[in-house]
């Protein structure tokens, strides 16, 4: 398997073509089966999706969100923020000492992903609306330039239980199955494995994030050559909902308290 | 960044010497700064960590535990396997319908990652004991080989809460830090960037799960290459306490009620 940056993407503006600007960067590099990932932040910046704090008169619920963790914690939250986090959000699994939301789109993550760095002359970067529409913008665009059988990701990092660190995560896939399917597989004994479903979108979207980098030296796209998904069952399910998700259950009994 | 399997190794046996194993398939191709992943299961079998049920003496906890599960779900609960969790963690986060534990090296997974598939002869494959002094025995060993400076990392795959599917995480890792520090550095236009620390022994061991497979035509080593950590600080903190996460925290107060 093999990562390899596309190099000179330039700084992106709203309505820039990114299958075209990565087309015209790797050309004949990119082969049917590779798998294209793209940041989140240029799919936003492509799609529009910056905001500014004036945009977001306060409601009662976001006040009260701003005024807790004021309280609570060390950090002055402006109300407006919590707004737009809310407003993009379809549940709110923590309200303090930071907001933990689900996205409409069903991505669990801190401040439904809003970015306030990587957007310049805005206050606010906001998720794509529905990135794996817009990976398949992606994917489609780069077919109409002869660019044939390529998977797209579009990715961000976020944190996690458990483990401290972000690590590059999938939030919309295009052109691949986002999992596969172990189950029913045997090891060399003939013994049933204890693997079930193996995240692959999170493990591309992972490993294409160690040679993205940030900041200023970014990289945001990231070629997946000689890679094979396999002849295995795959999956699309890659969001849990409450019902199967133990964490999401307590974290709604659950309340800081200081 | 380019990821390859060491191609033929045997089914691994207690006593195995992985580092010489590996050399003797990989021979030139291992370079200084390269890194050598190498799953769990492996490492577990070549330092004997396998046991057998009728060795876990059933506490009144873990029959307890069984009891529960098997009154709340459609599953039967060997107490004895009950047993063999409780002793390989320091912590049980969810004790139903299923085991959430923090091992004694400190990752939480569920079944303080006790495998019931890939143990020939026996009927539970434990995790290693210290797995970051496993990646340096083997780190170790090839330097005594002559292949100097390479990263070693044991790898573990494992679910998550907020998203279905398993993916590789790192449990041990040996010449490189767990992760890179990015605080202070700045995007393009200056803004200093909200991304902190990012995780990079998950993320190469998510990289590598890509490629290993699993049950009988896997290959759970791989070399990581033409990939660099860069110059930015490290922190070789990779597992949360409780302190500072509150998921841990939220899920010390619930408790499944069916």
Known sequence: MELTPVADLPEIRPGDDIA????????DDLEPGDVLTVAST???????????????????????????????????????????????????????????????FGHICVNAGIDRSNVPGHDLLLLPKRPSESAERIRQGLEDRGVEDVAVIVT???????RHGQRG??????????SR?????????????????????????????????????GTPAVVVSDWDFGDLEGSDELF??????????????WEFDG
Chains 1, 2 share one sequence.
């Not at 075209?20 to 050309?27: G, I």
């Not at 977001?56 to 923020?81: C, H, M, N, W």
């Not at 919590?82 to 993009?88: C, G, P, S, Y």
């Not at 961000?156 to 458990?162: A, E, K, L, V």
């Open 240 to 253: 849990r909902s409450v019902e199967d998700d133990l964490v999401r259950q307590a974290l709604r009994e």
């Open 42 to 104: 240029i799919v936003s910046k492509a799609e529009g999706r910056t905001a500014d704090l004036e945009d977001y008169p306060v409601s009662g619920r976001a006040q009260e969100i701003a005024d807790k963790i004021g309280e609570l914690t060390d950090e002055e939250k402006d109300p407006r923020f919590a707004q737009a986090v809310l407003e993009e959000s379809t549940e709110l699994l923590i309200d303090c000492p930071f907001l933990l939301t689900e996205t409409r």
């Open 156 to 162: 961000d990092t976020c944190g996690r239980p458990f």
């Open 169 to 178: 995560v999938a939030i919309g896939w295009a052109g691949m199955p986002a």
């Open 181 to 217: 399917d172990w189950r029913g597989e045997r090891d060399r004994d003939g013994h049933e494995l204890e693997v079930t479903v193996q995240s692959v979108v999170d493990e591309l979207s992972a490993a294409a994030n160690l040679v993205t980098g940030e900041g200023a030296g």
């Open 20 to 27: 075209a600007l990565v087309a015209e960067r790797v050309d």
